[in-house]
């Protein structure tokens, strides 16, 4: 797994939580529109359906849940990024858990609402500088929400691809800490200072091994918006047909992101 080595970003908490928050809100608010038909459509996640997906939607959430009823860690032992890096691993106890859950919650407003209650208050109870012991390591409660924004942008891109209309919106700050997230990923994986990636307006990072410039435009420039990087990074989208529909501009001959994408499994 790779480890950040430079010091890491920071991130203002209380926009991180009002960030889970709202997206979380925006699709509680979408799912409270779905009929049996709908929830039974396929999605792009292999076999789930668009039943398991929200389970699962929901089960980011409640990962905090779980996280904060385990002992408190003596020490912090991963970085925010690092979770990047880790997420495959579980993949086949996610897979099982999601499913289990989704056959459990017959009513998934129900159980969406009883999640983000849960959430509310653990944020009323607990200080940012608390420590939780996650699937990945120890980390601050409010490094971990935003590893929730990925969760929550990632799969909310997923309904909206899974069900025609539904049209869930992005929380603004949810989708800049989600789209810095893997674009700081990605200069982990991939340390250098030859290539300048640029997100706006929400990040800008630089990275692959090679001569580095000094002044004005590099050499080696990749550009994208928001929801195309996120998709890129995460396996929703191919590199290859992000350049050929012109969702991505590359110029430089370091400029190929596709041997290093996508980031999380």
């Not at 017959?106 to 983000?116: I, K, N, T």
């Not at 640029?198 to 800008?204: E, I, K």
């Amino acid at each position: 797994m790779p480890t950040a080595k430079k010091r890491p970003r920071s991130y203002d908490p209380g926009r991180t939580r009002a960030a889970v928050l709202a997206q979380f809100g925006n699709v509680r608010e979408a799912v409270r529109g779905l009929d049996e038909e709908r929830l039974g459509l396929p999605t792009r996640l292999g076999e789930w359906t668009v039943r398991e997906l929200v389970a699962h939607i929901g089960m980011a959430v409640t990962a905090v849940h779980r996280a904060a009823a385990r002992p408190a860690p003596a020490k912090r032992d991963v970085q925010v990024v690092d979770w990047a890096f880790a997420t495959s691993a579980n993949s086949a106890a996610i897979d099982a858990f999601t499913r289990g859950l989704a056959a459990e919650h017959a009513d998934l407003g129900a159980y969406l609402a009883e999640a983000e209650d849960g959430l509310r208050a653990l944020l009323a109870e607990y200080p940012d500088g608390r420590l939780l012991e996650t699937n990945v390591g120890a980390m601050p409660l409010d490094d971990y929400l935003v590893t929730r924004t990925v969760e929550l942008v990632v799969h909310t891109d997923d309904l909206n691809a899974a069900v025609p209309g539904l049209d869930v919106p992005y929380d603004r700050q949810a989708l800049a800490a989600a789209t810095r997230l893997l674009a700081d990923a990605l200069a982990v994986k991939a340390p250098g200072g030859s290539t300048e990636v640029r997100v706006p307006p929400y990040a800008v990072v630089q990275c692959v091994e090679g001569p580095r410039h000094t002044r004005g435009t590099p050499p080696n420039v990749v550009e994208t918006d928001p929801l195309t990087w996120i998709r890129l990074a995460t396996g929703r989208l191919s590199w290859a047909d992000a350049v050929a529909g012109a969702r991505v501009g590359a110029s430089g001959e370091r400029a190929d992101l596709g041997g290093l994408l996508p980031l999380l499994g």
